[in-house]
């Protein structure tokens, strides 16, 4: 049984040359389209986005060309900017088509992953193009990213005392769905009086706590006064949850800030 690739074992992974592939504005304009709504490239910072769009190249296929064959060992990852590709899956010694992509979406990252042959043989049923990252750039940029990225956000979430009495699991399940926001400075992230439907944890940066108070001249709420400041590591927003009720105040980014949601 192979094993999964793991990112702590690759000691001098920053140290290997950044892999760069020209391209014109079109070309890069057509791949940021095509890679606007791929997951694996959602917990990228710009710049890591970036890099990773400097690592792609260009394929362009022709109908019924094999894009990868079941049980190859895997190459590249491939994002889909158009074309339909079927799926085929040997079952007992005959290739069933079990799905298509119907010109967007991506494949290939299992192999690369879980350093596992392929699983799938995918075949171009027109003509198409499609965009390639290689294994080695995969793993710097996406799979150790990733990786880097969960551990920093299992540290945050253990320092939240509400969510202490949570077993395991459970606090795993929520570092999954947590994502990275930045804020401007000035940028109000949370207005006294609405609704809550999420809390914040402070990543980097910081962030000030205000409340409307009362002037003795108007008698209107259109003076906020600062109570508090978080900085990172701290998080802010639980209490409306909790309680099920409004906002208790509004909450403004101190400079650049990002936060977890």
């Known amino acids: 049984?192979?094993?999964?690739?793991?990112?702590?074992?690759?000691?001098?992974?920053?140290?290997?040359?950044?892999?760069?592939?020209?391209?014109?504005?079109?070309?890069?304009?057509?791949?940021q389209d095509a890679c606007r709504d791929i997951l694996l490239f959602k917990t990228l910072e710009?710049?890591?986005f970036s890099e990773v769009l400097d690592g792609m190249f260009e394929v362009l296929v022709k109908p019924q060309e094999h894009i990868i064959d079941q049980g190859d060992d895997g190459d590249n990852f491939y994002v889909i900017e158009k074309g339909v590709y079927d799926i085929f899956v040997q079952k007992d010694g005959l290739s069933v088509c079990?799905?298509?992509?119907?010109?967007k979406?991506?494949?290939?990252?299992?192999?690369?992953?879980?350093?596992?042959?392929?699983?799938?043989?995918?075949?171009?049923?027109?003509?198409?193009?499609?965009?390639?990252?290689?294994?080695?750039?995969?793993?710097?940029?996406?799979?150790?990213?990733?990786?880097?990225?969960?551990?920093?956000?299992?540290?945050?979430?253990?320092?939240v005392p509400l969510l202490k009495s949570?077993?395991?699991?459970?606090?795993?399940?929520?570092?999954?769905?947590?994502?990275?926001?930045?804020?401007?400075?000035?940028?109000?992230?949370?207005?006294?009086?609405?609704e809550a439907d999420c809390f914040y944890i402070v990543e980097s940066g910081e962030v000030k706590i205000m409340i409307k108070s009362k002037t003795k001249a108007s008698q209107q709420d259109n003076t906020e006064v600062e109570v508090a400041r978080c900085s990172t590591g701290q998080y802010f927003g639980e209490l409306a949850l909790?309680?099920?009720?409004?906002?208790?105040?509004s909450v403004y980014a101190v400079g650049e800030t990002k936060c977890l949601g």
């Not at 079990?98 to 010109?103: R, S």
């Open 1 to 31: 049984c192979a094993e999964a690739y793991n990112p702590d074992d690759d000691e001098d992974d920053d140290a290997e040359p950044r892999v760069v592939h020209p391209k014109t504005d079109e070309q890069r304009r057509r791949l």
């Open 46 to 48: 710009q710049e890591q």
């Open 98 to 103: 079990v799905g298509k992509y119907d010109n």
């Open 105 to 159: 979406g991506s494949f290939g990252e299992l192999a690369l992953m879980y350093n596992t042959p392929r699983a799938a043989t995918i075949v171009a049923t027109q003509e198409g193009a499609l965009w390639g990252l290689d294994r080695a750039t995969f793993h710097r940029l996406i799979v150790k990213n990733n990786a880097k990225k969960r551990r920093v956000y299992e540290a945050f979430i253990e320092r």
């Open 166 to 194: 949570l077993e395991l699991s459970e606090r795993m399940k929520i570092v999954d769905v947590l994502g990275a926001r930045v804020f401007k400075d000035g940028e109000r992230l949370i207005t006294q009086g609405e």
């Open 242 to 249: 909790v309680t099920n009720k409004p906002r208790a105040a």
